[in-house]
């Protein structure tokens, strides 16, 4: 991975622009942070896959994004609701089980989805909303139009074939699709190398003569390029790509906690990456440039450190779905 | 109502075959809803499915008659996503085994959608899909699944019987805004019957009495519906009234006519176009166990498959299907009908079918299918 | 039989966790056979897939105690193909959820090469399924596909209650020559137990009498079997005996000892991990219904999952489980017992509960799970 | 496809070699073709799905294997049943739904499988029979045995996620397997350009490292050097390869007849192919080399006619099974 600063140079966004992609950055790092503080209070009942660490990968590919066009995202969906634009309240809600959650209290923090933001669905079963992501597009290019489809997943979901049924389906019908693959090298305590042949993960596109763009993962510029250019292509009709980026979870697979302890990480690896934190490095490069001062970056951590408290004071006053309430809505 | 042996009684009326009468439902469908399309491994092939595509892909256009990769996981996803953007996707499985590649996306995805977003999320789906039988089809290929789909909450199953119920259940599938299994089984492809040939939707609201009578109530699905007529049929003229109705919807259940009926007869057979253990029939006679206990006159029966998978060999699958013989026989002795009678209806029921090879649905048909 | 609360009364015994139970009969099966071999996601963790696979990868290396890739389907058939050779694979899915994505394999290659061979292959394998509850695990991930599985002719499905039988039931599941399903309920690998130390395989032979009573049967499987005890125990000391049975093996079949007990005893109750409708109860009742028909003295009732999708929010998984409080009140209504022992029987057993998280099977476990 | 003589230079393989392969071929074409011509009386009462055109991949691939080494195969499995060894009484009896047949009438056609002849399985579902393959030289390496196994498909197969996971389990834990491609351009009615993006068919490998050999699958020669190739990699525990070659379905895809009257395939396709024919050519070569007389071949035709003749009466003679014997071999 890079640990150098990222280049704001080549990039034609305003300071307006790559202040506001920073705030997002530090936002979904602040949220999940707070969710692994509070965790252990044992009032959020369901698990938790955090996102800390890979927060470059979820804001670099909304960022280009229109509010119509939709995306859909796995079990680790924390970051992709929020870059996106789902609502911070009702998915602290969801995640506590309160009828105020974005489900209702139905799905848990696996299951976000936000209609008004583009949030179609997160699911927890791993490569299940690829295919979910092509009849989207599909739908756009049936109703003629010019939206496009987000698909979220890790490097595990490049071994189950509904991921290289749908490269296929894509390709062969051509679709305004985005296959968004986060590679952070693990599925929950196994390497890559345990599960993959060694080769460029990208290189499963060639299968299907599916484009590829690739971006450092951890460079939140460098991500939202390679996904415009994706975007674009779909949004003009020519069809999905696939942008491929590498990052790394820092926290452990479900849960809280770091679980670096287990082994299963080679020493040193976990800090390497944090050196290249996708946050920090963002913020050392915009302090440089002179776009960011220290007053700014502080008003915008208090800024979201309120939201947080907000939205966690509000999900935990909120009312639980009433039990009967059960029954509900198993038929339209 | 069907008209078993083909033979309608009124000849001003249209007669379809059941595949006819799905190609109509789909035409009438696609033609009045721009959302609703068909997918499939076929969709385009020049022998239209069975017969139940043919003429669409000319109409609509390869956009609207979508010819699909051998991806069912993928498509059927596909299909789900498709459906939440407020599309109406109509998938079709030449044979019902190839949806157990996308049991994933059944089961969690479709069935669960509206469910885990408190109602927002909506998946307009229908799937068909062909449960296969005869012609030493053998066992991957006729199968008879509505078990399966039927134990999953969020899912609709429906299992047709008759050309009528083809085209105005398939119409009443694609309006609906929830995922339905359609379940069709090869047989009521070629039966024929009346259908009416307007836009006529029917609701997916439970089975239809088919004959009434008050000596025993019998529940029959899809193809297993043409022979428990059959049989009841031979049964009204030797004075034994049967109750006969034709499931059409597997779930959601309804069954509140049916035990109304149970609770009347005190006698209750279910025939099974799939296995009779852990099939729809155990169900049936459970509820009907639990909630009619007090009127039943007689052990409640089961009829279906035998425990075992599907053999291929013609002379395995005689022993292997259910036919009105069997089912007049159970009836005879669910009603403690001498046995004088209940051989003479075996062999009466039995007569009319010697010259036909158990393994085809109809003496014209010349394999292979 | 398994301890209620992990008291056991002997306390000279040894005692192991569910968990621990599988690891030793895992070990010892590995050990003994060389053909063994354990494959799945998650194989190698450090974790030990909920310490069920603890240890084993240090002792007998990957060659044996293979990860696998995210690939349920090619390793499943992958399986299907060592047992054709004579291998003895136990693969492991953490969540039932990710065998649907294997279903093709297990319902067509799995279940039915034996028979189609004529007897010929033989697939000695076993799939452990983990069915996990509790902690908002929600509607993909909590999900008892028991009655799924027990449709299918050719699978064995085991549904172990206790430490011992996971460990004898699956030594017996190992040496077994046919595909089994193990499903493993999440919170009979914490539940501790007597566990016999040596390699004494349990054959899968059926339903095991936990407890005798005459004046009502009561048939429960995997983890409800502990909430059933807990009522029946407590029944006892009101007088009402419950001839408790823990199913164990759902497929196939083995009714013939609880039909014989409902002929006694007249009434019938049944207690489904998974869903009331559909599910095993439905078989199991229906069979009653027809098989000991004349002797039954009330309505049989069954008692499973409310027919929805499992909600993640504690507060709607308060009214979707069944716990002993309804059996006990579910049985006081069918052997007609007085309003006012009901009451306090449900008040009873809720008493030990009331400090207990719904969510979570013991207080001194921390989430997530 | 190529159409010129098979080049019989370059090849070690002896005359009896060559004139064993030779005699293979046509006998599966003759067996093929005897099926077609009977069919009709409806006494096979279950689906064929002939290989006349593609007898040069079965036994070119077969031939290069043991009798211990093991095959699968697909609903498509005549011809890779006979090429392997495996029993034609048997077959021919299966086929009718007799006691006798390979799997004593309960499979069909789609079934066919020798354990003596090393034929493990054959299954009707698209893709279904790889992921058995794999596990086949899985219990190779576990059991320290020299063998390789091979598994058929066909270029629809390629869409079905099953392979590419299959694939991908192969090449990282290196199994003795070759994954044998005959694409024969149409799934059923579906040409390959409405079903997969237009590239090299075998690049799919690419995404998981297999190594590829690729030959005219109308050249026996040709193909058997290909697999060879591949099967002696397996052998020395170097891994899996994918062996694909073009071929050309000649009949309907289900059924005895022909139907290019229906117009799914481009006129004229058929006849080019037919041009190019497996057996055909082969003899040509060889009686040009001089290595075939007409009396040889005429003698070979005539003894395979002899054995079909007998295979097929004693098929008809053949008891049904008892029908309560439906119930046996559920359970072990
Ligand atoms: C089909 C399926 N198999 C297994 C799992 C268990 N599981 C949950 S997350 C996960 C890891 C997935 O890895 P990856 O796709 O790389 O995503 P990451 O967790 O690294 O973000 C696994 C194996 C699952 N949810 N679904
Ligand atoms: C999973 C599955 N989907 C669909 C089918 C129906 N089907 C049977 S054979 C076939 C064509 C397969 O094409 P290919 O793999 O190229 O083999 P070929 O028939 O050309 O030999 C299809 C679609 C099936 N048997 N299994
Ligand atoms: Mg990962
Ligand atoms: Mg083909």
């Known amino acids: ?332 | 109502m069907p008209e078993v042996d083909g033979k309608p009684k009124d000849r001003s009326k249209r007669i379809l075959t059941g595949a006819q009468a799905i190609v109509e439902a789909t035409e009438q469908a696609m033609e009045r809803h721009p959302e609703v399309f068909l997918l499939g491994e076929g969709a385009q092939d020049p022998k239209g499915i069975f017969g139940t595509t043919t003429g669409l892909l000319e109409r609509f256009g390869p956009q609207r008659v979508m010819e699909m990769p051998l991806a069912e996981n993928a498509f059927t996803g596909m299909a789900i996503g498709a459906a939440l953007m407020g599309q109406r996707p109509l998938v079709v499985h030449q044979r019902v085994e190839f949806s157990l590649l996308a049991m994933e996306q059944l089961l969690n995805n479709a069935a669960k959608m509206h469910y885990v977003s408190g109602g927002k999320h909506r998946v307009p789906l229908v799937i068909r899909v062909v449960v296969g039988r005869g012609w030493g089809q053998g066992p991957a290929h006729s199968q008879s699944l509505e078990s399966l789909f039927s134990a999953v909450p969020g899912l609709k199953v429906v299992l047709p019987s008759n050309a009528a119920d083809l085209k105005g259940l398939l119409l009443g599938a694609i309006e609906d805004d929830n995922p339905v299994v359609f379940i069709e089984h090869r047989w009521t492809h070629y039966a024929t019957g009346h259908v009416p040939p307007g836009y006529a939707p029917l609701p997916l609201d439970g089975p239809r009495r088919l004959r009434e009578g008050g000596d025993v109530t019998v529940v029959a699905s899809s193809y297993m519906t043409l022979e428990a007529l059959q049989a009841a049929n031979a049964l009204a003229n030797q004075g034994i009234g049967v109750d006969l109705f034709d499931l059409r919807v597997a779930r959601p259940l309804q069954l509140a006519e049916i035990l109304a009926s149970v609770a009347r007869t005190g006698r209750l057979l279910t025939v099974d176009l799939g296995s009779s253990s852990f099939g729809l029939g155990a169900e049936i006679v459970a509820r009907a166990a639990s909630e009619t206990f007090d009127s039943l006159k007689a052990a409640p029966r089961r009829l279906g498959l035998p425990d075992h998978p599907t053999p291929s060999s013609r002379a395995l699958a005689e022993v292997f299907y259910i036919r009105s013989p069997q089912i007049g026989a159970a009836i005879c002795d669910l009603v403690g009908a001498k046995p004088e009678l209940r051989g003479q209806l075996e062999e009466e029921l039995q007569a009319g079918r010697d010259d036909l090879p158990l393994d085809i649905p109809h003496p014209s048909f010349k394999g292979p299918f």
């Not at chain 1, 960011?292 to 639980?320: D, G, M, N, W, Y």
């Open chain 1, 1 to 332: 991975m890079k640990t150098d600063l990222i280049s704001l140079e080549g990039s034609d966004l305003s300071t307006e622009d790559l202040l506001r992609l920073y705030r997002n950055l530090l936002r979904v790092r602040l949220i999940e942070e707070a969710i692994a503080a509070r965790y252990s209070a044992q009032e959020m009942r369901c698990p938790v896959h955090l996102s800390v660490g890979q927060e470059a990968a979820a804001v670099g590919a909304c960022d280009p994004l229109t509010r119509e066009d939709r995306i859909v995202s796995t079990h680790r969906c924390h970051g992709h609701y929020l870059a996106k634009g789902g609502d911070l309240t009702r998915m602290i809600a969801e995640i506590h089980g309160r009828a105020t959650g974005c489900c209702g209290g139905r799905g848990g923090s696996m299951h976000l989805f936000d209609d008004d933001a583009g949030v179609v669905a997160s699911v927890p079963i791993v490569g299940s909303s690829v295919p979910l992501g092509l009849g989207i597009a599909l739908a756009f290019q049936q109703q003629g139009l010019p939206h496009v489809a987000v698909a979220f997943f890790g490097d595990g979901a490049v071994e189950e074939g509904a991921l290289h049924e749908s490269a296929n389906l894509a390709v062969v019908h051509q679709l305004p699709l985005v296959f968004f693959l986060e590679n952070n090298l693990y599925s929950v305590y196994t390497p890559l190398q345990d599960r993959q042949p060694e080769r460029p993960l990208a290189r499963f596109a060639s299968a299907h003569e599916l484009p590829v763009e690739e971006a450092d993962g951890n460079d939140v510029l460098a991500v939202r390029r390679a996904t415009a250019v994706a975007v674009e292509r779909a949004r003009q009709g020519e069809g999905p790509t696939l942008v491929a980026v590498n990052t790394y979870r820092w926290r452990e697979h479900c849960g809280p906690a770091y679980d670096d302890h287990l082994g299963y990480r080679p020493e040193g690896e976990l800090a390497k990456w944090q050196a290249a934190c996708p946050v920090a490095r963002f913020e050392k490069a915009l302090t440089e440039a002179g776009l960011l001062s220290k007053e700014h970056q502080e008003s915008f951590a208090a800024a979201c450190a309120a939201e947080i408290e907000t939205a966690f004071r509000v999900a935990l006053q909120a009312p639980f779905p009433r039990p009967e309430s059960a029954t509900d809505h198993v038929y339209a």
